[in-house]
């Protein structure tokens, strides 16, 4: 097995994580957001190994690169009635490129708590900094951490991320407003957003959801919006829910979700501006909406 351990520069009095030469080298030269678009939709350079949450007393799913250490992650809230396994797809390609991602399974009720998940989303990422993962071959760099989530998980996710003292980045995907308000937890959340929305979306409505919370952002926002996305089809799989929502999972959104997310959260986690033209780009299909 090859290690790989990421490098640090100090810059101003901060110390900031770099990513490995390997990601660094796979996304040189991409300066259209077509050839950016192509490779961040595809596996990274990195074996991808899986985990189970539940051995720290939360059920849920946890992604990791084979090996590496300081490396960044992010924890993800599911959406309303979900299963973690939907999100499978998107958490592993971000192990491919070097990212912990894990996913608590709880609070899956028709009656969620939002803020119980909330708190299940935190300590899961406190759980993926404090420890060793990998029997000790994979370690995260608190600083270099982010929250995510989908539907009611990205009302989570601001949530969770609000007054948190080490996040980095946030994540939203089809959010839909949550109890607590995501709209006042975005108003205190100073480190940078992103929002990706869906314009076929009928469960959370861009206008009605995402738009209003990035507008009431603290910090600088994005929000991309996938014009012919609905709310579900950035799942994976088959679930007995899609009885009850609109829309359908659908490989082409899941495609250009995997490259935007991984995108922007190599650049905000890891300093890696070699998707930058999927960040603040034009890319086909969608719509960019930017405040600072």
């Not at 596996?43 to 990791?64: E, K, N, Q, T």
């Not at 119980?116 to 759980?127: K, P």
């Not at 949530?159 to 709209?183: D, K, N, Y």
């Not at 009885?243 to 495609?255: E, H, K």
Request: net charge positive; aromatic share 4%.
């Amino acid at each position: 097995m090859r290690q790989y351990v990421t490098s640090s520069a100090t810059v101003l009095g901060v110390t900031r994580t770099r990513a490995p030469k390997a990601v660094h080298a796979a996304l040189a030269d991409l300066r259209k957001p077509k050839d950016a678009l192509a490779r961040l939709s595809r596996p990274g350079p990195f074996p991808a190994l899986r985990g189970d949450l539940g051995m720290v007393g939360i059920p849920g799913l946890l992604f990791a690169p084979e090996e590496g250490l300081g490396l960044p992650a992010v924890a993800f809230a599911h959406d309303w009635l979900q299963p973690a396994t939907r999100y499978a797809d998107l958490l592993r390609h971000l192990a491919t490129w070097g990212i912990v991602a894990a996913a608590p399974n709880s609070h899956r009720g028709a009656l969620p708590s939002h803020s119980g998940l909330a708190a299940d989303l935190r300590t899961t990422l406190d759980v993926c900094a404090g420890v060793r993962l990998g029997d000790g071959r994979i370690s995260v760099d608190a600083r270099r951490t982010a929250f995510a989530g989908h539907g009611i998980g990205g009302g989570v996710a601001l949530l969770a991320a609000a007054g948190h003292p080490r996040v980095a980045a946030v994540v939203t995907i089809a959010m839909a407003q949550s109890r607590p308000s995501a709209l006042d937890a975005a108003r205190a959340i100073t480190v940078p957003t992103l929002h990706i929305g869906a314009g076929k979306d009928t469960v959370a409505p861009v206008a009605g959801h995402a738009e209003p919370v990035a507008a009431a952002a603290g910090g600088p926002v994005l929000l991309r919006t996938l014009k012919k996305a609905s709310h579900t089809g950035f799942l994976d799989g088959t679930h007995w829910s899609d009885l009850l929502l609109s829309g359908s999972p659908d490989a082409r959104t899941r495609r250009t979700t995997r490259a935007l997310v991984t995108a922007f959260l190599l650049r905000e986690l890891w300093d890696e501006d070699g998707g930058e033209a999927l960040v603040d780009g034009d890319v086909p299909g969608t719509e960019l909406v930017e405040r600072t």
